[in-house]
């Protein structure tokens, strides 16, 4: 079993009457990227505001490198780098010396070499004596991870990092985060609203709602429990969909916008449906599955 | 940590316009009033001296540097804590309603560390003003009007205190006045751990100091036994030094004052900075 790098047990917290988290439990691996995925108002900021230590929790435990929070706030947070909402620095100052007064603090000595890899590993060389006030909203997110990597965290956490990103910067961000995970093993929790952001991203999940964790465990497992919707390129569709809907009962055979025929199966069903239809001298053209994420979301969040 | 913390906030304080706008208002304002005091300076000594000039003659320098200074320090001390509150009223609030306080709360600074750096290097900005000021109003006063004995004019009556005996008053009258100035500071620091508005905690200090000062001076026997705690009271201390002989219980007693201010508003400031939950 890999290491844990964080232990949420009955996490709660309250704003007045109103319960942002309630009750929620998960825990993060080393190396996952753990997506933190919910709607809006679902709890995922709230929850990881107390995992910074942003806010004290109403009840429930915290525990970061198998060390309680509350207890050793400057040890774990000297071991995270993260981005809540969105990075703000300060405008008046160029991205190097923001980069400076963050990197006193992080615990670790960075160099100003450091600084500048990092500077040049987000794509910002040559930018870095300009004010972050004149930064494009992307230009922010990039340094806001230069910020979050300075110090060589062990654990990288990212609250919505693509929010108001142009789609080139939604990409740039992600392969940001795929090259974190592959070249340098490090844990990454992301959150996001966004289901495929988090399919493509993360190897295990957990689902938030009104506070409360509604699903959690691996990306993939998760997601093949659903249906999928199949399309066939087939030769004779409409002795396909008589045949399909005569011989599979619990299946319904439809034709999709582009006429071909379209099924709601599992993962497992895939090739069985295609044998039958080879047997039955219906010529296969082509397969394509899709997951019905929005679906799955929606029936998780009972919407 | 702490002084790597603090570090970062001289560098911010020192990086933000605003920082400037008090070296330049005092540059301005003191300047204003040295011309004022060069043009018709006879004339202002005349109204203050005017009810003596029957009895008593004056000779020599009497309108020199060192009372230049003492004119410029009664009608200035009472508006530079509008200057400071201007920078340390935004320290905390400033940082909420930027979002940057989120980025400081993530690292391993205690929330402690954090506002304490911000009450040093506050304080550190209060000492640039006040030196700054004392600079203006005592080296450019002398080198603009020369130098010579200190004609003092208070409640008590007219003292004329000697040159040689009259910098280490200015020195005395400015500390006792930047402990004044730090309570200040202290207040408006206090103030914005309670908004995520950068002017909020500004106008409140303002709004505070106003309000003491209008009961301070309010004949009203319904506050005279709170007159004594209100900071507002003791921000006029550094008159003292220059009575003679020194009343130097109601200097001690100014001190106390106003240091108990500043401890009593950190431990509020730190109890709240602490217990805060950043949702900005």
Known sequence: MPEKIIEIKHLSKLFGKIRAVDDTSFDVYKSDVFGFLGPNGAGKSTTIRAMLSLITPTSGEIKLFGKELRTNRSFILSQIGCIVEKPDFYTYLSAEKNLEIFARISGSTVTRSRIHEMIEFVGLKGREKDKVGSFSHGMKHRLGIAQALLHDPELIILDEPTTGLDPKGIIDIRNLILQLKNERNKTIVLSSHILSEIELIANRMVILNKGKSVAQGSVAELLNQQLLVVTFQVDQLGKAIQLINQKFPGITAGLSGNDMLELSITHEIIPKINRFLLENAINVFGIEAKRKLEDYFLKLIGN | ?280
């Not at chain 2, 304080?13 to 204003?32: E, F, Q």
């Not at chain 2, 410029?72 to 200057?83: A, S, T």
């Not at chain 2, 209100?230 to 106390?256: G, K, N």
């Open chain 2, 1 to 280: 940590m702490f002084w790597k913390s603090t570090y970062n906030e001289f560098i911010k304080i020192a990086a933000k316009p605003r920082s400037y706008i008090g070296l330049g208002a005092i540059t301005l304002l003191v300047a204003i009033i040295l011309f004022a005091m060069r043009m018709d300076g006879q004339s202002y000594l005349s109204f203050i001296t005017g009810s003596f000039e029957q009895t008593i003659s004056f000779h020599g320098n009497v309108l020199n540097g060192n009372l230049m200074a003492f004119i410029v320090l009664q009608l200035l001390i009472i508006h530079i804590p509008l200057l400071i509150a201007l920078v340390t009223g935004d320290l905390v609030s400033g940082e909420a309603a930027s979002g940057s306080i989120r980025m400081l709360c993530t690292k391993p600074v205690s929330r402690t560390q954090l506002l304490l750096s911000k009450f040093v290097a506050g304080s550190v900005y209060t000492l640039i003003i006040l030196v700054w000021f004392g600079v203006m109003a005592l080296g450019f006063g002398k080198l603009l009007f020369g130098t010579g004995d200190l004609m003092v004019l208070n409640s008590q009556g007219l003292f004329i205190l000697k040159d040689g005996d009259v910098m280490w008053r200015f020195f005395s009258g400015l500390s006792v006045s930047y402990l004044a100035l730090v309570t200040i500071a202290t207040l408006s620091i206090t103030l914005s751990c309670f908004t995520d508005n950068s002017i909020g905690p500004i106008v409140t200090t303002m709004a505070i100091i106003i309000l003491f000062t209008i009961i301070g001076t309010l004949d009203v026997s319904v506050f005279e036994p709170i007159k004594p705690f209100l900071f507002t009271t003791h921000m006029a201390a550094w008159r003292s030094f220059f009575e003679d002989p020194l009343p130097l219980l109601s200097i001690y007693r100014s001190i106390v004052v106003l240091v108990v201010h500043i401890l009593a508003l950190l431990a509020i400031a730190l109890y709240k900075f602490n217990k805060k939950d950043i949702l900005s």
